[in-house]
């Protein structure tokens, strides 16, 4: 039965990992802006389940004030800093995004220190559900995947079937077009970047539990969040999905079963992607 | 089309304010304490990171978070490489960490360079992790916490000379200093040189580089490997200086800081690099006076140096002379 937990942990891996790529597939795709702050978006969430969970004791708080502290985060970043950066150099770009890396960690050391901090699973989750005869899986972990399917689909009826699907649709494949017949893009880029914060925001209050916090949580995610970007194809969020639970149950596998070379598994993976596809998996060829 | 390089000063003053430099960093270690030629020694080790990462940006357009990883890596080749009691000649241990890093640097380089702007961004930076990830989670090189070198640089030159000790740090100084001249006439000279001139067509227009019939992954990848070897005697010049390994030196934030460098510097140059470096040492010498806290100056002056000053320092004496000479001065 060892099997079937490591594949559960993978699948709540992937989705996990599918929550952070998404939103960082999406800014590049609409945007064109590189957020290597999209990590500490991550550290963000965590530690606010942590603070949550120590103030209150009720950790589900976290979501709610995940989803609209991420939002409005989001649309506040967007508005004073990334607007102006649209147009500039990926190295200023990059410069920006990680100066943010710098004073998110500063900002995080100044007010809740540089410990690592265990977040309890919250009361209501804290069970096993038998699954098979003889094996139970955690409740709490059923409770993330559950959570991150539904952001997923939510997601993707968003992209799919509303008008402002439409427009991100449009505006990631053709700026342009989008302007000339008169959106206004400003207001579609706010939007975009403040769900792809949200994301990242509630992805890391869903973790805190599982992976507890510490200083540079966000650094770690942020990687392997490139390497899922990267294998999926840049600005595809569908891509993003099935290379996040590809990753999640190579690296959960590779962890379990071979932890010698399981931390470069992945690396080799993305290695015969680029050499196979460059553009990734399910990215268009350029 | 301008006969003078891009990266290369413009006029005569440029070279003699380069001169003045060199001047300057020659004569320093004799009017200031040891404590501040041992602070230029690692200012200067961190102007040759960024003067070959300068290669690769400035120079072709190719922006790589991935260059920090070579650097670290040649500090470990020289940690993996010295014995414990001895120390291993400078003229064995410089062609092995550069050996090494241009072999990972053609491997990373050869993947990476099959992808273009974001994508290059964020699979070099994936790849550098990679190697991060080698050093700190295995024994390898002492784990999480590094390791020390048995013997420091000064024995390498078979010197047991007695020197007293304050001038014990004028060797890893001087040798830095000539390393890091080398380095910039050395790109200087590969800039004004055909294939320098290629560089900065692949930088401008890389369709137009191919479809003339230049095999453009061809000099890129060139490029890539020379920069690595070149992060790599910077990264040897570290172990060496330092005398530890650990592995912050690989982690990507080591790429972005010498990114910063160059921004700070100045983008259009090849001094951008080591004024950039100079001007960042300095920067985090007086940040300590004022505040413990490190990281949010060094957040501050990025965010101000990509709002305000967008083409660095040596970018202000040239908006000057533009200025003088009209727009298309």
Request: net charge positive; aromatic share 10%.
């Amino acid at each position: 039965m060892n099997l079937l937990a490591q594949l559960l942990n993978g699948l709540q891996y992937g989705l996990l990992l599918f929550l952070i790529a998404s939103g960082l597939t999406l800014v590049f795709g609409v945007l064109g802006v590189i957020n290597l702050a999209h990590g500490s978006l991550f550290m963000v969430g965590a530690y606010l389940a942590y603070v949550i969970a120590k103030t209150t004791g009720a950790l589900w708080l976290a979501l709610p004030a995940g989803l609209i502290g991420g939002i409005m985060l989001g649309a506040g970043l967007e508005r004073f800093l990334f607007r102006h950066f649209y147009h500039r150099e990926h190295l200023d770009q990059v410069l920006l995004t990680f100066a943010l890396i710098l004073l998110f960690e500063e900002g995080r050391s100044f007010l809740l220190g540089n410990d690592f901090h265990s977040v309890p699973v919250p009361a209501l989750f804290d069970f096993s559900i038998p699954v098979a005869p003889g094996f139970s899986y955690s409740a709490y972990r059923f409770f993330v995947i559950g959570c991150c399917l539904a952001l997923g689909a939510a997601l993707y009826l968003w992209i799919e079937r509303t008008r402002m699907g439409a427009i991100i649709r449009a505006a990631a494949e053709k700026p342009e077009m989008v302007d000339v017949i008169g959106i206004d893009a400003r207001r579609v880029h706010m939007v975009v970047f403040a769900i792809g914060t949200a994301l990242a925001v509630i992805a890391g209050a869903l973790a805190a539990p599982l992976y507890s916090v510490y200083p540079g949580i966000g650094d770690g995610f942020l990687i392997i969040s490139f390497v899922v970007v990267v294998i999926g194809g840049l600005g595809s969020v569908s891509g993003a999905f099935w290379s996040a639970l590809l990753i999640g149950m190579v690296d959960t596998l590779g962890k379990a079963y071979m932890p010698a070379v399981a931390g470069l598994a992945i690396y080799v993976l993305m290695a015969a992607v680029l050499l196979v596809r460059p553009s990734g998996l399910f990215g268009q060829r350029a | 089309m301008n006969e003078q390089t891009r990266l290369l000063p413009h006029s005569r003053l440029g070279w003699l304010l380069l001169a003045a430099l060199l001047a300057c960093l020659v004569a320093a270690p004799h009017f200031v304490s040891i404590y501040h030629t041992e602070l230029i020694t690692t200012a200067m080790i961190a102007a040759m990171l960024a003067l070959s990462l300068q290669l690769l940006v400035g120079g072709t357009g190719l922006v790589s978070l991935g260059h920090g990883a070579f650097y670290g890596l040649a500090a470990y080749v020289v940690y993996l490489i010295s014995p414990e009691a001895a120390a291993r000649p400078i003229w064995q241990t410089l062609p092995a960490a550069m050996l090494v890093a241009g072999l990972a640097a053609l491997l990373v380089g050869s993947l990476s360079l099959r992808t273009k702007g974001f994508f290059f961004l964020m699979v070099t930076l994936a790849f550098g992790q990679m190697i991060f990830f080698v050093f700190h989670d295995t024994k390898l090189g002492g784990g999480t916490d590094g390791a020390y070198l048995g013997k420091p640089l000064i024995q390498a030159f078979g010197a047991s000379l007695d020197l007293p000790r304050r001038q014990r740090p004028l060797g890893p100084y001087y040798v830095a200093l000539i390393q890091l001249t080398l380095m910039y006439v050395g790109l200087a000279l590969l800039m004004r040189s055909l294939f320098g001139r290629i560089l900065e067509g692949i930088r401008a227009n890389e369709h137009r580089m191919r479809a003339i019939g230049f095999d453009t992954y061809r000099y890129k990848l060139t490029t890539f490997v020379i920069a690595g070897m070149l992060a790599g005697a910077s990264g040897h010049m570290w172990a060496m200086h330092r005398g530890f390994v650990n592995p912050e030196l690989i982690s990507w934030h080591k790429s972005a800081e010498a990114l910063l460098m160059i921004l700070l510097g100045g983008l259009g140059s090849l001094a951008g690099p080591i004024v950039g470096a100079l001007a960042y040492t300095a920067l985090g010498e007086f940040s300590q006076l004022v505040t413990e806290r490190k990281l949010l100056v060094e957040g501050l002056v990025i965010l101000a140096v990509v709002l305000v000053l967008p083409r660095g320092l040596t970018g202000l004496a040239r908006r000057r002379k533009a200025a003088e000479l009209g727009p298309d001065g």
